[in-house]
């Protein structure tokens, strides 16, 4: 069932609502790639980043562009104009001449602010590069993308049917635009009880998805989808409400077990890395147990089993692995006949 999102800014001091029961769209997302319109003191492209109209504050952006025979410059300076405007503002290069260098090529940034009340579009960037006496401008275009948006949140199945010794598979399915990063929370109203599925992944179709357990001593009663889009270090919030409802029978006497994850967020290709974290069986720590390692690459949707990996006598385990795509890993605690399985957030590599 597709529920409509409450939506809100999540900030430092508290939460600000944007708009109470109704769904946010925001601007459709540009294409990453900038366009050169005329710079011959510049190669390629310009590299463009957090570029995109923020939520409240005003966000700076960042521009870095490949300087020709940069010896030969003597002054730098550069204008953007925000998409169908006439008005220009100051982009600041870190740009210092140097008569003595004798580099074929430097990159040099600039930096600009964007506010909550500029367009997304299509901004034209100027550079003027002044080089044997005379001063010559250089044009590019630069995406800006619109505010990061939260248009619906579904958890399947919903309601929730708990069943009596076993555990319910809950995927939670998010349609967001121009978020650099969705995470969610499954939430019970009533007690203090959540289910955290860490980093959502982007798959092929553009949705973003989680997966989790519930077990069969979860709280009944309403529940809350939290989702969170972040993007240039601030977040959009939305919420939307599902059911959880109690076995047949009542619940098991399992104990529950809890499997944390960590990782390197960004890691280089072909560099060796570790997959780690704690698992625990109730409280404590759960000694002697062997884990499965799931991993999803970017852009797809199905999960492929990685390998064992067995925790120590503190609970505590580590695997390494090869960077060779950007991707996803859980870990997984497999159920006995006295412990319930346990799945952990997912976790995002990305590798360079």
Do not use: C, H
């Not at 001091?13 to 601007?27: E, F, I, R």
């Not at 003597?74 to 405007?85: H, Q, R």
């Not at 001593?217 to 599902?242: H, V």
């Not at 060796?272 to 797809?300: D, I, N």
Request: without cysteine; positive net charge.
């Amino acid at each position: 069932m597709k529920r409509r999102v409450r939506l809100l800014v999540a900030a430092a001091t508290g939460a600000a609502v944007l708009a109470g029961g109704a769904g946010l769209t925001s601007t459709a997302a540009l294409a990453a790639q900038q366009q050169v319109l005329a710079a011959d003191d510049f190669n390629g492209a310009p590299s463009v980043s957090n570029a995109g109209v923020p939520l409240e504050q005003s966000v700076e952006a960042t521009v870095t562009l490949k300087l020709k025979e940069p010896g030969k410059v003597t002054a730098l300076s550069g204008t953007i104009t925000p998409a169908g405007k006439t008005e220009q503002r100051a982009v600041t290069f870190d740009f210092k001449a140097d008569s003595t260098s004798t580099a074929t090529e430097t990159t040099v940034t600039g930096k600009w602010s964007i506010g909550k009340d500029d367009p997304s579009g299509e901004w034209k960037l100027v550079v003027n590069v002044t080089r044997d006496g005379s001063s010559r401008a250089n044009e590019f275009a630069v995406a800006v993308s619109g505010k990061q948006g939260i248009t619906s949140g579904t958890v399947t199945p919903d309601p929730v049917q708990l069943v009596k010794g076993e555990d319910v598979k809950v995927t939670v399915t998010a349609s967001v635009k121009d978020a650099t990063m969705v995470t969610a929370k499954l939430v019970s109203d009533t007690a203090g009880e959540y289910y955290d599925l860490g980093e959502l992944a982007k798959e092929s179709d553009g949705y973003y998805r989680g997966v989790t357990y519930f077990s069969d001593d979860s709280t009944p009663g309403s529940w809350t989808l939290e989702l969170y889009a972040s993007r240039g270090g601030q977040t959009l919030k939305g919420e939307a409400s599902f059911t959880v409802v109690a076995p047949e029978g009542g619940a098991s006497k399992k104990a529950r077990a809890k499997v944390t994850i960590n990782a390197p967020s960004k890691v280089r290709a072909g560099k060796t890395f570790k997959v780690y974290g704690k698992a625990y069986r109730g409280t404590k720590a759960y000694p002697g147990k062997v884990l499965e390692v799931y991993f999803k690459a970017k852009g797809t949707k199905t999960y492929k089993f990685m390998g064992f990996t067995k925790t120590t006598s503190t609970g505590k385990y580590a695997k390494s692995f090869k960077a060779r795509k950007d991707g996803y890993f859980q870990v997984k605690v497999p159920a006995t006949s006295k412990t319930r399985s346990a799945l952990s957030p997912q976790e995002f590599v990305d590798v360079r």
